[in-house]
């Protein structure tokens, strides 16, 4: 089993920044990739970024790219989403999740985070 916690969630202006953070216990933390995902009322989950175990390798849903940057420490056993330029449409509840062979969909990880609200005000 891995538990993960996200935090770092809040409301920003449009334009602002913020770095949500997701922190893993239980089984290594180094075997997995790691995603980030979204979800807002009424639509479905949205894939954001991914990162590899080694965090060598990173991928970016369409919508973020240039904008979004993820990041790992496998020292702390935790997984960062930098978002700068943010926009109304990024407001969601964001989750972290730990597969072995997570990419960009959903059903390829294991674990997931009970999330965290992004509010972003125009």
């Known amino acids: 089993q891995v538990q993960l916690v996200e935090s770092g969630g809040g409301l920003v202006q449009a334009g602002g920044s913020l770095r949500l953070s997701c922190a893993a216990s239980?089984?290594?933390?180094?075997?997995?990739?790691m995603g980030w995902f979204r979800q807002a009322p009424g639509k479905e989950r949205e894939f954001v970024a991914q990162?590899?175990?080694?965090?060598?390798?990173?991928y970016y849903g369409d919508s973020v790219k240039g904008r979004f940057t993820i990041s790992r420490d496998n020292t702390k056993n935790t997984v960062y989403l930098q978002m700068n330029s943010l926009k109304p449409e990024d407001t969601a509840l964001y989750y972290c999740?730990?597969?072995?062979?997570?990419?960009?969909?959903?059903?390829?990880?294991?674990?997931w985070g009970q999330g965290t609200q992004v509010t972003v005000s125009s």
């Open positions: 999740a730990a597969g072995l062979h997570g990419n960009n969909v959903a059903r390829r990880y294991d674990y």
């Open positions: 239980g089984r290594t933390f180094s075997d997995y990739n």
């Open positions: 990162i590899s175990w080694s965090g060598h390798s990173t």
